[in-house]
C-alpha cells in the first residue's frame, strides 16, 4: 500500500511539471504529409529598417489544423541587438521570447488566425533587424505547430548580417619644402643594376639639370650664328676676289705682244 502511494505520488509530480514545461517547450516530433518553406532576405545590414522573413506550411492531411509558429534564430551576435516582430494582416502578433546562448526562440502566444487544411496554406511573418554594432551569419529556423502542440514541420534559412565598418582615416601627405622635389627612398639591399661599375649611383638628371642643359644650348645658338654668317661672307669675298683676279689675268694675256716686230726700215 505504500508503495502504491508513492508511486502514485510520484506520478501527479511528474505530470505537474510536464503541465509546466509544455507551454514553454513543444513537443518536437514532425507529422507526415506536412511541408513549410521558408524565405529570408540574403542579408542584413545593421541600423538598416528592417526586412521580412516568411514561412509557409502546406498540408496533405484531410484533417484541417490550427498553427502555432515558433521561429528560432541562432547568430553569434548579442540578443539584445536582434529585433523581430511578429506581424499579421492585423498587424503585430503577440509573442514571447526567450534566450539561451547564441539561441533566440520566439513563440506566438495566440494561434494563427489561419486554418491549414488540404489546398490552403498558412503563412507567419516576421519583420527582423539588428542595431548592430556586430556582424555575423544568422540561421533562422521555423517551426510549425498545431493547437495540441505537435511539431507538423520545420524548414530553415541562412542569411549574412553585416555589421559597421568605420574606415580609418586616410593619413595625410607630408609637406615638402618650397623648390625641392622629395625623391623616394631606394632599397638598401637592391641587387638592380641601378649603379656604376665601380658601385656608385647613377642619379638621373633632375628637371633642373635639363632646363640649364636647354639654356645653354640657346644661348649658345646666337654666337654660332653670328660665326657662320661671318664665315659665308668671307666665303664670298674670297670667291669675288678670285674671279676678279682671274679676270684680270685674262685681260692681261691678251695685251701682251704676239712676239714679231716689224723690221726697221732700210736707210
Same mark, same amino acid.
Given at each position: 500500500? $505504500?508503495?502504491?502511494?508513492?508511486? +502514485?505520488?510520484?506520478?501527479?509530480?511528474?505530470?505537474?511539471?510536464?503541465?509546466?514545461?509544455?507551454?514553454?517547450?513543444?513537443?518536437?516530433?514532425?507529422?507526415?504529409?506536412? %511541408?513549410?518553406?521558408?524565405?529570408?532576405?540574403?542579408?542584413?545590414?545593421?541600423? $538598416?529598417?528592417?526586412?521580412?522573413?516568411?514561412?509557409?506550411?502546406?498540408?496533405?492531411?484531410?484533417?484541417?489544423?490550427?498553427?502555432?509558429?515558433?521561429?528560432?534564430? $541562432?547568430?553569434?551576435?548579442?540578443?539584445? *541587438?536582434?529585433?523581430?516582430? $511578429?506581424?499579421?494582416?492585423?498587424? /503585430?502578433?503577440?509573442?514571447?521570447?526567450?534566450? #539561451?546562448? %547564441?539561441?533566440?526562440?520566439?513563440?506566438?502566444? !495566440?494561434?494563427?488566425?489561419?486554418?491549414?487544411?488540404? @489546398?490552403?496554406?498558412?503563412?507567419?511573418?516576421? *519583420?527582423?533587424?539588428? !542595431?548592430?554594432?556586430?556582424?555575423? %551569419?544568422?540561421?533562422?529556423?521555423?517551426?510549425?505547430?498545431?493547437?495540441?502542440?505537435?511539431?507538423?514541420?520545420?524548414?530553415?534559412?541562412?542569411?549574412?548580417?553585416?555589421?559597421?565598418?568605420?574606415? !580609418?582615416?586616410?593619413?595625410?601627405?607630408?609637406?615638402?619644402?618650397?623648390?625641392?622635389?622629395? /625623391?623616394?627612398?631606394?632599397?638598401?639591399?637592391? !641587387? @638592380?643594376?641601378?649603379?656604376?661599375?665601380?658601385?656608385?649611383?647613377?642619379?638621373?638628371?633632375? %628637371?633642373?639639370?635639363?632646363?640649364? +642643359?636647354?639654356? #645653354? *644650348?640657346?644661348?649658345?645658338?646666337?654666337? @654660332? +650664328?653670328?660665326?657662320? @654668317?661671318?664665315?659665308?661672307?668671307?666665303?664670298? +669675298?674670297?670667291?669675288?676676289?678670285?674671279?676678279?683676279?682671274?679676270?684680270?689675268? *685674262?685681260?692681261?694675256?691678251?695685251?701682251?705682244?704676239?712676239?714679231?716686230?716689224?723690221?726697221?726700215?732700210?736707210?
Amino acid at each position: 500500500m $505504500r508503495h502504491r502511494i508513492t508511486a +502514485l505520488a510520484g506520478a501527479v509530480v511528474a505530470g505537474a511539471v510536464l503541465h509546466v514545461l509544455a507551454p514553454a517547450t513543444p513537443a518536437a516530433a514532425e507529422v507526415p504529409g506536412f %511541408d513549410v518553406r521558408v524565405t529570408a532576405p540574403d542579408r542584413f545590414t545593421v541600423t $538598416r529598417p528592417a526586412q521580412t522573413l516568411t514561412a509557409v506550411v502546406t498540408s496533405e492531411s484531410r484533417q484541417c489544423r490550427k498553427v502555432r509558429w515558433v521561429l528560432v534564430v $541562432r547568430t553569434p551576435v548579442d540578443a539584445e *541587438q536582434l529585433r523581430v516582430t $511578429r506581424v499579421e494582416e492585423a498587424g /503585430e502578433f503577440d509573442t514571447s521570447t526567450s534566450t #539561451d546562448g %547564441d539561441t533566440t526562440t520566439i513563440i506566438d502566444e !495566440d494561434l494563427d488566425p489561419g486554418t491549414l487544411c488540404r @489546398g490552403r496554406t498558412v503563412t507567419g511573418r516576421w *519583420q527582423i533587424s539588428f !542595431d548592430g554594432p556586430d556582424g555575423g %551569419d544568422v540561421r533562422f529556423e521555423a517551426r510549425a505547430f498545431d493547437q495540441q502542440e505537435i511539431l507538423l514541420t520545420t524548414a530553415a534559412a541562412t542569411a549574412e548580417i553585416r555589421g559597421e565598418r568605420t574606415a !580609418d582615416p586616410s593619413p595625410e601627405p607630408s609637406e615638402s619644402p618650397a623648390g625641392e622635389d622629395e /625623391e623616394p627612398a631606394e632599397d638598401a639591399g637592391d !641587387d @638592380g643594376n641601378d649603379g656604376n661599375d665601380d658601385g656608385t649611383a647613377i642619379v638621373p638628371p633632375t %628637371d633642373d639639370t635639363a632646363t640649364a +642643359l636647354v639654356a #645653354d *644650348q640657346t644661348s649658345l645658338l646666337g654666337p @654660332g +650664328l653670328i660665326v657662320g @654668317g661671318i664665315c659665308v661672307f668671307l666665303g664670298v +669675298l674670297l670667291l669675288i676676289r678670285l674671279r676678279t683676279r682671274a679676270k684680270v689675268a *685674262q685681260i692681261e694675256e691678251q695685251a701682251l705682244p704676239t712676239g714679231f716686230y716689224r723690221m726697221p726700215p732700210r736707210r
